[in-house]
């Protein structure tokens, strides 16, 4: 008898847990079902002649439209959550008041009321049109006109952008999210001693870079793929000056070679710190292809190979806003001395002192944006403002858990480079001589690093931590 009950306890727990197993995996599988994503793009190809931003050494409005270039938009949804939104651009970069504005626009029209529920990212083509945030490359002021294009086309993209997302957050559909993490190899550390100097935009093969290609994948409820966002490190630097056309460089063109493979998805690219590397090969329009190939393979690969892993829920964002100060901010007799000089030094000192003797000042910091969404304990991903060297994407990596961690930059506001402490000691464009190519007065001080890291600490959740 006493063996008859002790089995039928057994029996019972065991069903217990049975029933406790399948309501859990029932209830998993309802939270990934009731996700819904909404996807979309739009045309930002300038509709007339512009000059095209990101080589000081052009002279002209661009000569022809090789690639179209395009907004496009991610919106994640989830009964009793905050919807989320990630804009892509095929652009080089934008000013952090855009993106503010935009958000401010999304307020009203699809209820967000966190900032970090919008990310605007830059692909960082060095083939498109100027936005406003690197005006000083052209080293003069340009014509009247070509001032008013940047405004005209700036403006007509915000409105472009807003019903983009109202679209696609309207017409967001069930489905499912996943991601994976590929790796590919065609960057290259692009800073090299030259005779005791930093020579700019040369090939060190030894050099740091971050070659992992993370993806997130949007499937619908019958499993088709309905988007890819992937990210990697590299400038989009792989046409050069002469190329004075529009075009995507190689994140355009992976674009595009995905959406032919993938037929209804859409692409994406959003770079992660790559503020000292270059694509290699570069410098012909072949190597385009190549790259992008590269990267359509990768991803074929993880497919096929069912690397994707799903993610449960849509993410919670955190974000603030940390002051970066520069070391030095230069005063009138300083900047005449400074106005003597060529190209966009002589155009900064120069703007700067119109500024001075209309009652204005020079700032001594920089609002400086960090963003990061978590997928529950399964990914967090961090989003950085400017063009962000590689030591920072490494260091994350190293000091939370590398195998849940992706890292961005070229989001929410790109008009600025962010070096590291080890590129303060070393000096070279990255810290010194982008500066007035970007309208500001100096080098930022050598604790950039540890501000940074400091509130990637306080807003990562503390799952992610090693």
Same mark, same amino acid.
């Given at each position: 008898?006493?063996?008859? *009950? ?34 979309? *793009? ?45 804009? #892509? ?53 340009? /014509? ?40 590919? #190899? ?17 090939? #060190? ?239 930022? #001080? ?14 990562? /959740? ?5």
């Amino acid at each position: 008898m006493f063996a008859t *009950r002790k089995t039928i306890l057994a029996c019972f727990i065991a069903v217990a847990i049975l029933f406790i197993l399948i309501s859990f995996n029932q209830a998993e599988r309802k939270e990934i079902a009731i996700m819904e994503i909404g996807t979309g *793009r739009v045309d930002i190809t300038p509709e007339y002649p512009v000059r095209l931003t990101g080589y000081g050494n052009r002279t002209k409005v661009y000569d022809s439209v090789e690639q179209k270039l395009w907004g496009k938009v991610l919106v994640l949804d989830k009964k009793g959550k905050q919807p989320m939104v990630w804009i #892509t651009l095929d652009l080089v970069g934008f000013p952090g008041f855009f993106a503010d504005e935009l958000f401010t626009r999304l307020k009203a029209k699809i209820g967000l009321k966190d900032r970090a529920q919008l990310v605007v990212s830059a692909t960082h083509t060095h083939n498109g049109p100027e936005t406003g945030v690197l005006l000083n490359i052209f080293g003069a002021t340009l /014509p009247p006109v070509q001032l008013a294009d940047v405004k005209i086309y700036r403006d007509n993209l915000l409105n472009k952008l807003e019903k983009l997302v109202v679209d696609a957050h309207k017409l967001k559909t069930p489905g499912k999210l996943s991601w994976a993490m590929g790796n590919v #190899t065609f960057a290259m550390n692009r800073r090299v001693l030259e005779n005791g100097k930093w020579k700019d935009f040369g090939e #060190t093969p030894d050099g740091p870079v971050d070659n992992n290609m993370p993806v997130l994948r949007a499937t619908d409820q019958q499993g088709k793929t309905i988007a890819l966002l992937l990210n990697y490190a590299c400038h989009g630097t792989t046409l050069v000056p002469e190329h004075n056309f529009v075009h995507g460089d190689w994140m355009g063109s992976a674009q595009q070679m995905l959406e032919e493979k993938y037929p209804g998805a859409i692409a994406m690219v959003a770079l992660g710190c790559a503020g000292d590397a270059n694509p290699t090969p570069r410098g012909e329009f072949k190597h385009v292809s190549q790259h992008a190939v590269m990267i359509t393979k990768e991803i074929a690969r993880l497919l096929t190979n069912n690397k994707f892993a799903t993610l449960n829920s849509i993410p919670v964002g955190k974000m603030k806003k940390v002051d970066l100060t520069f070391l030095h901010v230069p005063d009138a007799k300083e900047f005449v001395e400074q106005s003597k000089l060529e190209a966009a030094q002589g155009l900064y000192a120069r703007n700067s002192l119109s500024i001075l003797a209309r009652g204005g000042s020079i700032s001594t910091t920089l609002s400086y944006p960090i963003c990061i969404w978590s997928f529950g304990k399964q990914l967090a991903i961090v989003f950085l403002g400017g063009e962000v060297v590689v030591d920072y994407s490494l260091r994350i990596k190293r000091e939370f858990s590398k195998d849940k961690i992706w890292v961005n930059a070229y989001s929410n506001d790109v008009s600025i480079y962010i070096a590291s402490k080890r590129l303060f000691t070393e000096g070279g464009y990255e810290v010194d001589g982008s500066m007035p190519y970007y309208n500001h007065p100096s080098r930022l #001080t050598e604790d950039t690093e540890e501000r940074i890291m400091k509130t990637i600490h306080e807003l990562m /959740p503390k799952e992610f931590l090693k």
